[in-house]
Nanobody, 115 residues
Framework: QVQLQESGPGLVKPSQTLSLTCTVS??????????WSWIRQPPGKGLEWMGA???????YYSPSFKSRTSVSRDTSKNQFTLQLRSVTPDDTAVYYC???????WGQGTQVTVSS
């Protein structure tokens, strides 16, 4: 079965770019017709869908994040990545990669934005 694992720094300074990688196993990001997504949950708040990359490479973004978010992929490594630019402490959250509309989620990774 498809499994996802997030990786990246746990601490990012304000104004920097947050970069996270999701490694996919048990399936291919280019042949499974899934929306490979990034979702976050700030402390005390609900889940926020940020963006996704479709199996054909098309990207989709939430209007709330579109101006400073990029989702890309490395097909040779079967990974997809999130870049969130100009972070502030409000971007502190648990970040998840997931297959949209399914129960296929990574375990999540805590990212704290602090100087």
């Amino acid at each position: 079965q498809v499994q996802l694992q997030e990786s990246g720094p746990g601490l990012v300074k304000p104004s920097q770019t947050l970069s996270l990688t999701c490694t996919v196993s048990g399936g291919s990001i280019t042949t499974n017709s899934y929306y490979w997504s990034w979702i976050r949950q700030p402390p005390g708040k609900g889940l926020e869908w940020m963006g996704a990359i479709y199996y054909d490479g098309s990207t989709y973004y939430s209007p709330s994040f579109k101006s400073r978010t990029s989702v890309s992929r490395d097909t040779s490594k079967n990974q997809f990545t999130l870049q969130l630019r100009s972070v502030t402490p409000d971007d502190t959250a648990v970040y998840y990669c997931a297959v949209a509309g399914t129960e296929i989620w990574g375990q999540g990774t805590q990212v704290t934005v602090s100087s």
